[in-house]
């Protein structure tokens, strides 16, 4: 991804203390750090199996998934492969409702599998409505249904929850929620919100580096793995893994010994603070930012009805120049994400999700003002800072 051009100054800066506010990987506090330092065991040691085994079991209880929870090497795209190679066979017909660039994904995975594909889009800043999914859903039978509750290009989040109770007019759907960029800092109970199938990426709202997915499938999702028989896919197929989970002193593929450890620090964390509690941080946290954001002058591309609580699209006040102020925000401290497709150069990314703190939110909000002031628009020091600390002190 361009970030912009990065003279040599910038680069210096970089080696030291950036803080990372793009829509992942995102900050890894020390606690997590710590268990990814740690000196390396084997696989088969009787320690890491008893900590691999405490990580799935928990995650499942995370979640509400009555099923099975899956922490595996691999990234969020491969989770996205994992959903459809084992829900699906070629020629069924799968749904995706689509509200950004990475909705879109699914189109080419299930394309490449020989999927019969329709989709239903959005306008970006948008979300597809309950109404038109149960339309489409009546016109044929579709094998899977795959919603992103929230789309990074477009910081746009489904109303899953909703989409799911409608759900049970199809059962014979299976039910897909790509959670990269929500799960652990959006609200998600699996069972509750009818979902078969979930995933996401350790990099996102854990705040783990890159490297593990998790992926969460129901009692209806491991039936239909079941019923497919053998399918094409090796590594991802979950009747390969499901001994695996079940008593992770067997073999079938390396684990990320160091990530099952940051993995299970970090739903430690979670646990601790709790799904309900952790959402409720996230959109005091995001409310507050939107507060600033638009007292710097910059407009949110999300509907207020469907914005994200993990990360915000920012539209870039009329004049200023997206390479300069992100090339301006890393020297003054902090590294922002450009937007995708349409909105590449005329907007950026931010992403606030996983174990940030209002200190780092004041971090970002004094290098965007030294930015924008960098660029020459007219901010008076501490509008954004204000703006947040106004709203977020306000809000119970």
Known sequence: MNYGIIDERAEMKMENNVLVMIPGPTPVVRPIQNEMGREIQAFGDPRFVKDYKALIDGLGALLNCSGQAFPVAGTGTLAMEMAIANSTKRSDSVLIVSNGFFGDRFIDICQRKGLDVDVLS????MCVSVEEIRAKLKEKHYAALTV???????????????IGE???EFPETIYIVDGVAATAGEYEDMDAMNIDILFTGSQKAFGVCPGMLILWAGKKALERRKALGTIPEYYVDLEKWLPIMDDPSKYFATPAINLVWALKKSMELVQEEGLKARYERHKKNALALHAAFEALGFAILAEPECRAVTLTNLIYPLGLDDAAFRKAM?????????????YAGKACRIG????????DMVTLLGAMERSLIKCGLDIAPGTGVGAYLKRYLSTP
Do not use: F, K
């Open 122 to 125: 959005a306008e970006w800043g």
């Open 352 to 359: 606030h999700m996983g174990n940030i703190t209002i200190n």
């Open 166 to 168: 409608m759900m049970r």
């Open 330 to 342: 890393i020297d003054e401290g902090a590294i922002i994400a450009a937007a995708l497709a349409s």
């Open 148 to 162: 992103s509750h929230v789309d990074t290009s477009t910081a746009v989040a489904a109303p899953i929850a909703e």
